[in-house]
């Protein structure tokens, strides 16, 4: 299994970036796939997540109106979408596979304690003017 991330960078408040992150190894229209993001000296943050199938979709208080999170099922890519980008947002960014399906994890459109069985090596998003 393999997620490679890519699409990061750096950019002014307010800007935007997408992330792509390309997966192999697995039956990607299978699984439930997530964003999570890390900064130094902090725990891990889950971001958004969507289902197998696309059409169930989470996201952290923090990105929530900012954010959107797309598959494309036939490229076996996972998306985000990052507009009105804040210097809080800078951090590695990361795609993931939940070892459960996100209705393990998620009641209503709150999400918690994702645990992960596979993860990319991340890709380093920095907001700063």
């Known amino acids: 299994v393999q997620l490679v991330e890519s699409g990061g960078g750096m950019v002014r408040p307010g800007g935007s970036l997408r992330l792509s992150c390309t997966t192999s190894?697995?039956?990607?229209?299978?699984?439930?796939l997530a964003w999570a993001r890390k900064v130094p000296g902090k725990d891990p943050e889950w971001v958004s997540a969507?289902?197998?199938?696309?059409?169930?979709?989470y996201y952290a208080d923090s990105v929530k109106g900012r954010f959107t999170i797309s598959r494309d099922n036939a490229k076996d890519t996972l998306y985000l979408q990052m507009n009105s980008l804040k210097p809080e947002d800078t951090a590695l960014y990361y795609c993931?596979?939940?070892?459960?399906?996100?209705?393990?994890?998620?009641?209503?459109?709150?999400?918690?304690?994702?645990?992960?069985?596979?993860w990319g090596q991340g890709t380093q998003v920095t907001v700063s003017s």
């Open positions: 190894g697995f039956t990607f229209s299978a699984y439930d």
């Open positions: 969507i289902n197998a199938a696309g059409y169930r979709i």
């Open positions: 993931a596979r939940p070892g459960n399906r996100l209705s393990y994890y998620c009641l209503g459109d709150v999400c918690n304690n994702l645990q992960y069985d596979y």
